[in-house]
């Protein structure tokens, strides 16, 4: 039951940032690569999660990386910017789960997202499938994971 709950409440949560005429992508994202820094207890190479997809379009003016595992969910969001090869700050994050809290709550957690591939990260006209290609660093928000650098691969099906 509490799985339950905590499902369908980060998936209530993430469809309540977008209207139905937003463009997002659904898919799954794997680790290709971890900083040292993310040991023991950071994301691994080969963890695969679900996630959605959100470029920057002028009509819906974020970027957003979210991921879903069996136990919770982060949202990762850039305001105002596509994401691009730069690892920029987060606008915001949400963590939800067994401890749901907004890690830049934090003034000493740093969260940063890069996509270097495709670039731009928001192609003109949507394609109906994506690949998506980047960087996170400190990808849960805790502060001694800040020099945690994950790569990722994501795949994902328009949702229109």
């Not at 994501?154 to 949702?159: E, L, P, Q, S, V």
């Amino acid at each position: 039951m509490k799985m339950t709950i905590v499902t369908s409440t980060v998936v209530l949560a993430c469809l309540a940032t977008s209207s139905l005429a937003d463009t997002y992508y659904k898919g799954r994202i794997i680790y290709t690569q971890a900083s040292p820094d993310c040991s023991p207890n950071g994301p691994q190479v080969g963890n695969r999660d679900n996630a959605i997809y959100h470029p920057y379009k002028s009509t819906e003016p974020y970027s957003a990386l979210n991921i879903f595992w069996s136990y919770g969910a982060n949202g990762l969001r850039l305001n105002g910017r596509a994401f691009d090869s730069n690892l920029r700050a987060l606008t915001s994050a949400e963590s939800v789960g067994e401890n749901s809290y907004d890690p830049l709550d934090d003034p000493n957690a740093v969260m940063k997202v890069s996509v270097f591939n495709p670039s731009p990260s928001n192609p003109s006209p949507a394609p109906p499938t994506i690949i998506v290609e980047g960087q996170i660093q400190n990808p849960w928000g805790d502060v001694p994971l800040n020099n945690c650098v994950v790569q990722f691969h994501f795949t994902g099906i328009r949702n229109n």
